[in-house]
């Protein structure tokens, strides 16, 4: 089992768009995948179809004493959806309260059968300490979503790169004189983490969300999704070529 996470340098880089588009490349090409939303937004569902009044999730089986794996829903024979669940400010933060260990999602993650899943994609929100830390704990890889913008870049500068993490570049305009500066810019600097692919900016991407799809099973032959497929393909080289 290969465990993903994908976390927004900031909010608003896309780093949901990419988790529900890779989940399906990854599925599409043989994979058993389970992803799970870590926000407690719960903006995830909107790109699998889930209902919105819905309050199931692994947060909400947690509070009612179920298993935190039992609202996974099934999206095809190999994806699994596990939502956050919805939550009021009390039962949120009785939930935080009780999931205060850093590594209770590696024993989470470990406690599933060994061949349920050969990945786990875990989208974790960009402003949420506590749950980065569970998540670092849990993932052997970490995608970092930014755009090439003066924000992304100026986080940049201040960021500290852990072991086992990436960059990814999401929303690249090729016809961005200021993108393709901080693109340059960024290979130079950050080259030795930076993924060695793009997620171009694609309408097909915005389209998805609105038919509540990712964008792979939304529109196939488009750029974004093309970019999303290799971007599975990079993944599945880097786990074939770790050590077991």
Not at 70 to 98: I, K, M, W, Y
Not at 217 to 225: E, G, V
Request: glycine residues 6%; contains cysteine; aromatic residues 6%.
């Amino acid at each position: 089992m290969n465990v993903v996470a994908v976390q927004g340098l900031r909010g608003g880089t896309g780093a949901s768009s990419v988790v529900a588009g890779l989940a399906e490349a990854l599925s599409q090409a043989g994979e058993a995948v389970l992803c799970i939303d870590m926000d407690p937004r719960n903006l995830l569902r909107l790109h699998f179809n889930h209902a919105w009044e819905d309050t199931r999730g692994w947060a909400r089986a947690r509070q009612e004493g179920d298993a935190w794996h039992e609202p996974a829903f099934v999206l095809g024979s190999q994806l699994h959806f596990l939502p956050h669940g919805l939550l009021d400010a009390t039962d949120h933060q009785q939930c935080d309260s009780r999931d205060d260990d850093p590594g209770i999602w590696q024993q989470r993650l470990a406690a599933l059968e060994a061949d349920a899943y050969r990945w786990v994609l875990i989208d974790v929100p960009a402003h949420a300490h506590d749950t980065q830390r569970q998540a670092r704990r849990a993932a052997d890889t970490w995608l970092v979503v930014a755009q090439a913008d003066p924000a992304c870049h100026a986080l940049l500068e201040a960021h500290t790169v852990s072991v086992g993490e990436y960059l990814l570049i999401n929303r690249l305009a090729a016809r961005s004189a200021l993108q393709g500066d901080l693109h340059a810019l960024w290979q130079r600097q950050h080259g030795d983490w930076l993924v060695p692919l793009s997620i171009h900016r694609d309408e097909a991407m915005f389209e998805a969300l609105a038919h509540k799809r990712g964008v792979v099973s939304h529109r196939p032959n488009s750029l974004a999704s093309q970019d999303i497929h290799r971007l599975a393909a990079w993944l599945l080289a880097q786990h074939e070529a770790s050590p077991s």
